[in-house]
Structures are given as C-alpha cells and as structure tokens.
C-alpha cells in the first residue's frame, strides 16, 4: 500500500491506505480526528465540512490519494491554539441544538469569512446553504456569522 503524507492541523502525517480511501475515514478511523462528522457520504450534508489549503471541503468524498503534500484543517485545528472567533460567536448566540453539525458548519463560516467580512444574508445564505442543520438553528448559524464577522472586523483573533 501506498503511503500518504500531508498535512493535519499543523501537523505532519503519513498513513499507508489505498489511494481511493475517503479523508474522512482516514481522518475519524486511523487517525483518530472525530469533529469531522460522517453525514451522508456523498458531499452533500457538510456534516464533515473541513478546510483543504484553506478553502472549504468535504473529506467524505476526497480520497487520500489526492492530498500529497496539501493542508487539512478540521474543527480541532481551528481551535488549537483557543478559540477562533466563530467558535466565540457560536457560543454566545447558543447556536448548538444538538451540535452534530457544527463542526462543519463552524468551518464553513470561517471559510466565508476568510473572504467577505460583512456578509450580508445572500452572502450568509449562499455560504451555508449545503450544510444541513437537522435541528433547523439557521437563524442563530446567521446571527452568530454576523457576530464573528464584527469580531473579527474589530481585530478579534483564535486566543
């Protein structure tokens, strides 16, 4: 079996696996990284939404062999060093109902807000739409982007 080597939250990582294997296997079942949840499988929940050289991905449907040299961030390395802005804003609106999305959907906030830092609702709406929130807390995911987005306007950063 091959061996893959990239980059996980700041870290080095090398896993012999079949190239065709899901990151997101290799992520929760070898490497031990449970923020990244298993929705559906095909790409469309974002229940696993992660971050792929810094752009939103899902790892449910990008297999190991693509990732050679390249930088994965899930929820864990978001927070590595305190928490990051959204993950302020999310506490503060009590955004988790049941919290099995929110990794994903915490990472692509922090995706969206990279770029545009006073979102408006299209923005917030075009952003989130393929992260499925079985509780329905949208109104509150948007609340708490608007307020990680004047966090982070006012200079706010990860403690």
């Known amino acids: 079996m091959p061996a893959h080597q990239f980059i996980l939250n700041g870290q080095s990582v090398s896993v012999e696996l079949p190239s065709d294997v899901p990151l997101l296997w290799v992520l ?3 490497l031990g990284v449970k923020g990244p949840k298993y ?6 929940c974002g229940a696993c939404t992660s971050h ?3 752009e939103a991905f899902r790892p449910c449907i990008h297999p190991v062999g693509e990732l050679a040299g390249r930088e994965v961030m899930t929820i864990e390395g978001l927070g590595a060093s305190g ?3 959204v993950q302020e804003a999310w506490i503060a609106e009590d955004v988790a109902q049941c919290g ?3 990794p994903g959907q915490i990472m692509a906030a922090v995706a969206l807000l990279r770029t545009n ?3 408006s609702d299209a923005d917030i709406d075009a952003a989130m739409s ?3 929130c079985r509780c329905g807390t949208y109104v509150r995911i948007r609340a708490a982007i608007k307020r990680a987005a004047l966090l ?3 200079g706010a950063t990860a403690r």
Do not use: S, Y
């Open 28 to 30: 929760r079942d070898v």
């Open 39 to 44: 929705g559906c499988g095909v790409g469309v």
């Open 52 to 54: 792929l050289d810094g």
């Open 83 to 85: 928490l990051h802005p």
């Open 100 to 102: 099995f999305c929110q």
């Open 117 to 119: 830092l006073q979102p």
């Open 130 to 132: 393929d992260n499925v």
């Open 152 to 154: 982070l306007r006012n």
